[in-house]
């Protein structure tokens, strides 16, 4: 029952709201004790910023500057706390870790406008340990168009600059996340990419009418083309299929929900594309959160294993599809 999450917004959680407090003891849904207690294998760690916290001090510039503060603040708590967790750039390096009782850190970055169409500044990243970047947010940016209602908007796609960017990463060996992205970034990325991509933390349109979900169409897409996405606990993105309840910032997060988005990923994507991407501490938690923190995952395991999930699928669906992508696009 290892388990493997692909997203939370942790880091900006303790540095800019919960002062005095450290991954070992924080009013988060993500601490090393939490952790523990969930047999976490890896979490991944976002570094995001949100442009418009940004607008007086460089827009895009400033967000850059602050994802170094983040990368260093992350290094520093695996220092700290480096007997429970330790940073992963690699599946060798994650396997080390687990085969010294750690937790292995993964760096990401959310919102790849920070690059400001400057291509050596993914090397840079990679140097300083990021692995998985978040193409866009929910604003345009030099590597392309967000999820959008406006039709033009979502059909729009990779800019030049876009498509140097997804080539560099798989040359990296950076793994590309997809969530957040338009239609027509989506399926320009699958186009560009020779390896395999993620939606890190995307849910089911079918079972949500929300742009920020991904429809059959592109669940079968990303799935034959070794792909995965992590069921995202955000209760708007999990909804009942009414636009307008979609976008309810007060939506429940309830466990049902969430086995619902797992079924049908695997009913439409098979066995090796879901995964986990909770988006912990990446959202208001206003209304019911039947899995408030990571401490209480078994929740959905017992539900998905209720409903006649195998133990083969689950293990697959808490680490192993994860741990394939990571196989095969991370550098050793």
Avoid at 94 to 106: H, L, P, R, T, Y
Avoid at 119 to 148: A, F, K
């Amino acid at each position: 029952m290892k388990l493997i999450d692909m997203h939370c917004d942790t880091i900006l959680k303790l540095m800019d709201v919960d002062e005095g407090a450290d991954l070992m003891d924080n009013h988060c849904s993500v601490s090393i004790p939490f952790m523990k207690e969930a047999d976490t294998k890896a979490q991944f760690f976002a570094c995001f910023t949100y442009l418009k916290d940004f607008e007086d001090k460089d827009g895009y510039e400033g967000c850059y500057e602050r994802v170094q503060e983040m990368i260093h603040y992350l290094k520093g708590q695996t220092h700290k706390f480096q007997e429970q967790i330790g940073l992963a750039g690699s599946f060798e390096e994650m396997q080390k870790n687990e085969a010294e009782g750690k937790i292995s850190a993964v760096l990401t970055v959310e919102e790849g406008g920070i690059l400001c169409d400057r291509i050596g500044r993914l090397d840079t990243l990679y140097e300083n340990g990021i692995r998985l970047m978040t193409l866009m947010w929910n604003y345009e940016n030099c590597i392309g168009y967000p999820n959008s209602r406006e039709a033009a908007v979502m059909s729009r796609g990779l800019k030049p600059f876009g498509i140097e960017v997804v080539r560099r990463m798989n040359a990296l060996g950076m793994i590309i996340d997809i969530s957040h992205a338009s239609d027509g970034t989506f399926w320009e990325v699958l186009k560009y990419s020779e390896k395999p991509l993620v939606a890190s933390h995307s849910n089911c349109r079918a079972l949500c009418k929300h742009p920020r979900n991904l429809s059959d169409n592109m669940i079968r897409s990303l799935a034959s083309s070794g792909g995965i996405a992590g069921v995202n606990f955000y209760g708007a993105f999990l909804g009942t299929g009414n636009e307008k309840e979609a976008d309810i910032v007060q939506a429940d997060s309830k466990v049902d929900a969430m086995k619902a988005h797992i079924l049908h990923m695997l009913k439409v994507g098979g066995s090796e594309f879901p995964a986990i991407g909770t988006d912990f501490d990446g959202f208001d938690a206003e209304g019911i959160l039947e899995i408030p923190d990571v401490s209480k995952m078994e929740r959905l395991w017992d539900a998905l294993k209720k409903a006649g999930v195998s133990e083969d699928q689950l293990d697959l669906i808490w680490s192993g599809n994860v741990e394939r992508v990571m196989r095969e696009t991370l550098r050793h």
